[in-house]
């Protein structure tokens, strides 16, 4: 099932790897650079109360899909969980609104974040269906669905920048793009309602499973977000453009890789317990990690190299400078967040020990706070960087360590090496080009990155890359010979 995922959700793979870089390009163009920061900051509020409001649902229709399935179950659960969508649906406008009404803010960040909380209902709404998809083995559906909303989303959002709705335009996007997907998916799902009934019982079973996976994500979120709002108290919008420009540019890849291999990995690893126990369990836990070291090590590596040219080509001139300085930060950052979220928290969930998720995202939470507070006062967006690329490294550990008291997964130590031995071959080929500049320098670097690191990969067989080629190539002459 996980390899079958990741061939399913390669092509959501790419839309979103495309959109996301042609986000950073038309916004950081389109928008001035205190719009571009609007935005960023409409962004982190929207995702957070998001997480925090109605994640809690999506993370229970994700874990309980297999086992309800088996006890014939299915309409009972789409009925609890849409039905607590909609009394939470039913509230949540009029305590936002209130917030929002009396919170003083600017009126161009106001109207950001308005649009970005309007946008939650849809999202939310919307990412239910997906995770149904998901959960039922549903390849096909919910790669649509996911594709829609990005390219939709980001198609109106730069529609409405270029009319000049400011900051609110990306979030506008999103929030029309998934409306318009819910008159597709909407009617399919409620009709897997019917029949069923509110269980009270369940859906407590449901809050503690999934309350604590929201507040981990919103640690999470504190973990991603309080350097930016900090950036603003301290310094100003300008400063969190620059630093969302340089963030999106590193995270962003690395968080479409990560996410691709969690759409594959998180359903198959469920499937795999609840059918065939802990060793199906730790065969498709192993293929998943490894698969991970292999194409990510590689990715944090090489956005490190190429990050000046990158820069050059996908940011606006007035950000272009800093964003550099942010990229190779961020990309290590990322690589030890992707390997946190998405394969060692998979034991918290596995096990339905959210508790221990929700201690071990608090633990690098605090620490980011801490660090940035004292940080950016001295030492501006240089000491933001130092503080989030050290709360993340702790907040791998902590989720390692953590979740072993959960349930073990195994780490393939091998592959970790080998892929970063392969790396390092390829920084020290890329590093000799010389710094032409803008596209030419970005082309050189990354055609030379690949290629080595491709055959060193091969050659150190790194995650049997060797042996597996040498496998199918027999394979297809004994086809040929027969």
């Known amino acids: 099932m996980f390899w079958r995922g990741v061939l399913g959700y390669l092509p959501v793979n790419i839309v979103q790897g495309l959109t996301g870089l042609l ?16 935005y960023a900051l409409a962004f982190s509020v929207m995702t957070l109360v998001h997480t925090g409001v109605f994640t809690w649902l999506e993370a229970a229709m994700a874990r309980f899909y297999a086992a309800e399935a088996q006890a014939g179950r299915l309409p009972d659960h789409f009925a609890t969980l849409y039905r607590a969508w909609a009394v939470l649906a039913a509230v949540f406008p009029l305590i936002a609104g209130a917030i929002l009404w009396l919170w003083p ?8 974040i308005a649009a970005g909380l309007a946008t939650i209902l849809f999202r939310s709404l919307a990412k239910l269906a997906q995770e149904r998809r998901r959960a039922a083995g549903d390849v096909r559906g919910a790669a649509l669905l996911d594709m829609a909303q990005t390219a939709g989303g980001f198609l109106i959002g730069a529609a409405l920048a270029l009319l000049g709705w400011g900051g609110a335009a990306p979030m506008a996007g999103v929030g029309a793009a998934a409306a318009v997907c819910l008159l597709w998916a909407l009617p399919t799902e409620l009709k897997r309602t019917r029949g069923g009934r509110l269980d009270r019982a369940q859906l407590r079973v449901y809050a503690v499973y999934g309350v604590p996976v929201s507040l981990s994500l ?6 991603a977000t309080t350097d930016r709002l900090l950036l603003a108290a301290f310094l100003d919008e300008t400063s969190v453009g620059v630093y969302h420009a340089g963030y999106s540019l590193a995270n962003r890849t690395l968080d479409v890789l990560f996410i691709w291999l969690g759409m594959a990995g998180g359903p198959a690893a469920v499937a ?11 065969a498709t836990a192993r293929d998943q990690a490894s698969f991970m070291a292999l194409i990510a090590i590689p990715a944090a590596v090489g956005l490190a190299l190429v990050a000046r040219p990158l820069a050059d080509v996908m940011v606006g001139e007035g950000l272009r400078a800093g964003a550099a300085q942010v990229t190779p930060w961020i990309a290590a950052s990322a690589l030890f967040a992707g390997f946190t979220t998405y394969y060692f928290h998979t034991a918290f969930t596995l096990a339905r020990r959210t508790h221990l998720l929700l201690l ?6 605090g620490l980011n706070l801490v660090l940035n507070l ?13 503080a989030t690329t050290a709360s993340y490294a702790l907040g791998l550990a902590a989720s390692s360590l953590l979740g ?11 592959v970790l090496v080998r892929a970063g031995a392969a790396a390092a071959a390829m920084a020290a080929a890329v ?9 030419v320098e970005l082309l050189a670097k990354a055609a030379l990155g690949v290629a080595v690191y491709g055959l060193a990969a091969f050659a150190l067989d790194a995650g049997e890359a060797r042996s597996r080629s040498l496998r199918l190539l027999r394979a297809l002459q004994a086809r040929r010979a027969a």
């Open 360 to 365: 071990a995202m608090a633990i690098p939470a």
């Open 431 to 439: 590093w000799v080009v010389p710094a032409w500049g803008g596209l």
């Open 374 to 386: 004292v940080m950016i006062p001295r030492f501006g967006l240089q000491g933001a960087l130092w």
């Open 404 to 414: 072993r008291r959960a349930l073990v997964l195994p780490v393939p130590w091998g």
């Open 272 to 282: 795999a317990l609840e059918q065939g126990g802990p060793r199906a369990l730790a």
């Open 218 to 223: 919103i640690f999470a979120l504190i973990l």
């Open 105 to 112: 803010l600017g009126a161009p960040l106001k109207l950001a």
């Open 23 to 38: 986000t950073i390009v038309v916004f950081t163009r389109v928008l001035a650079p205190a719009d571009y920061g609007a």
